[in-house]
């Protein structure tokens, strides 16, 4: 069964540098979104997007958030310069078309700032 | 604020029970609504979905939606020591492209 993949696992980086957070869509996908969870907390969303341009982002995904979807298989999540409050697991979900509105996710990053 | 309400619990059965979660939410205009399974450390993995009034069965689980209550609960019949997990309510609301809104999560504890 086809499954959302992510990498790294887990990334300890210090505040101020920049990380890219990787993630494979199932294959057949068409819309892709970034989820954070920070610890005990609810998951939240930060990003859709669709047809290689955002469609729509929350007010935690500032300028500091950027996504790409480089070739036709790896989307990407950088932040620029990371906080400690950034720490978080950090989940890619997939959904297949318009039609469809389940959303698989990914196993997730866990990201610590420190 | 547009959100999706859950009681946290912890929620008790004994094994072999049935689970009943429950969950609220605001906007009138949410369509889609799922209900994900997340295991401390681990990603919400999607269990149900349902869109429409009524009940929706898969197994041992049932989803139940009434829209004029907005309200959505998930059943879990047999419950095993393996269905202890946080139960996370989602509904994806009006407008937008289908993002995710979920609950704070029903964490359910089955005793064996």
């Known amino acids: 069964e086809p499954e959302v993949t992510q990498t790294p696992s887990h990334q300890v980086t210090q505040m101020g540098q920049e990380v890219i957070l990787r993630c494979v869509p199932i294959s057949n996908h068409l819309y892709f979104y970034w989820y954070r969870q920070i610890l005990g907390q609810k998951v939240e969303f930060l990003v859709s997007?669709?047809?290689?341009?955002?469609?729509?982002k929350s007010e935690i995904f500032d300028d500091q958030f950027s996504v790409e979807r480089p070739d036709g298989s790896n989307f990407t999540l950088k932040i620029r310069s990371t906080k400690l409050e950034d720490s978080a697991m950090y989940f890619c979900?997939?959904?297949?078309?318009?039609?469809?509105?389940?959303?698989?996710f990914g196993p997730g990053t866990r990201l610590t700032v420190t | 604020q547009k959100e999706v309400e859950q009681n946290s619990g912890p929620l008790s059965v004994p094994e072999g029970a049935i689970a009943s979660l429950n969950c609220t939410y605001s906007d009138r205009g949410s369509q889609s609504f799922f209900w994900y399974r997340q295991y401390s450390g681990k990603s919400p993995e999607l269990i149900m979905s349902?869109?429409?009034?009524g009940d929706k069965e898969d197994g041992r689980f049932t989803a139940q939606l009434n829209k004029a209550s907005q309200y959505v609960s998930l059943l879990i019949r047999d419950s095993q020591p393996s269905d202890s997990a946080t139960y996370l309510c989602a509904a994806t609301l009006s407008g937008g492209y289908q993002k995710v809104t979920f609950g704070t999560g029903t964490k359910l504890q089955v005793i064996p």
């Open positions: 997007f669709y047809n290689n341009e955002i469609s729509e």
């Open positions: 349902i869109y429409s009034n």
């Open positions: 979900a997939s959904r297949r078309s318009g039609l469809t509105y389940e959303q698989y």
